[in-house]
């Protein structure tokens, strides 16, 4: 059975703090791993998709790196409209149906303080 | 573009109506999917269409009904909920179904609260 595991739950920041979330792994034959972006009562934004360890992705201050086990999301210099939930999703081959399910962790809720 | 829209943003409907969901994409993506979010908890899926025939029914109850009469459309037909039902229903989609490249981009959401 794949598994998600996020950490930390939630992380405070200063304004200008860099920091990392991290995502942790388990899955038979990955097909992508996703970073999600979500604002209270919203729905999920698309930041990244990683394939291969090895990659890396930026967007603006975000950074999306991939390894055989885990993926990080660092965040540099965070301004406080970065403040939402972050949220990991694997994608892999699943037995039955001809799509693809997404196995999710429950998220890392940041705060930047200004 | 990469926008999918789901309306209403809010519902309130009480244990003995009927109501109905609705969710739209105009990126030509084959896959449908719906999720339902309970607060600081991740998405769950509940069914995913893909190429306009329900491929995945997650063992969700009869009270929820999707339907896909097209390929741009998905509605969830709701009936006899319960409280415990209340949630964030969304809604994503994705290109297609068997490539490893497709994304799901997710709707805002529609915000149910059953009294």
């Known amino acids: 059975e794949d598994q998600v595991t996020q950490s930390p739950e939630a992380l405070r920041l200063q304004e200008g703090e860099s920091s990392s979330l991290n995502c942790s792994y388990t899955v038979s034959g990955l097909r992508g791993l996703f970073w999600y972006r979500q604002d209270p009562g919203k729905g999920p934004e698309f930041l990244f998709t990683l394939y291969s360890a090895g990659e890396e992705k930026e967007k603006e201050r975000l950074k999306a790196t991939l390894t055989k086990k885990e993926s990080f999301l660092h965040i540099t210099a965070p301004k406080p409209e970065d403040s939402a939930t972050y949220l990991c999703a694997v994608r892999s081959p699943i037995s039955s149906g001809s799509a693809r399910q997404l196995t999710f962790g429950s998220g890392t809720q940041l705060t930047v303080l200004p | ?115």
């Open chain 2, 1 to 115: 573009d990469t926008e999918v829209t789901q309306t209403p943003k809010h519902l309130v409907m009480g244990m003995t109506n009927k109501k109905s969901l609705k969710c739209e994409q105009h990126m030509g993506h084959r896959a449908m999917y719906w999720y339902k979010q309970k607060a600081k908890k991740p998405p769950e899926l509940m069914f995913v269409y893909s190429y306009e025939k329900l491929s995945i029914n997650e063992s969700v109850p009869s009270r929820f009904s999707p339907e896909c009469p097209n390929s741009s459309l998905l509605n969830l037909h709701l009936h006899a909920l319960q409280p415990e039902d209340s949630a964030l229903y969304l809604c994503a989609s994705s290109l297609g179904t068997v490539t490893s490249t497709d994304t799901q981009y997710f709707g805002p959401g529609t915000r149910l609260t059953v009294l």
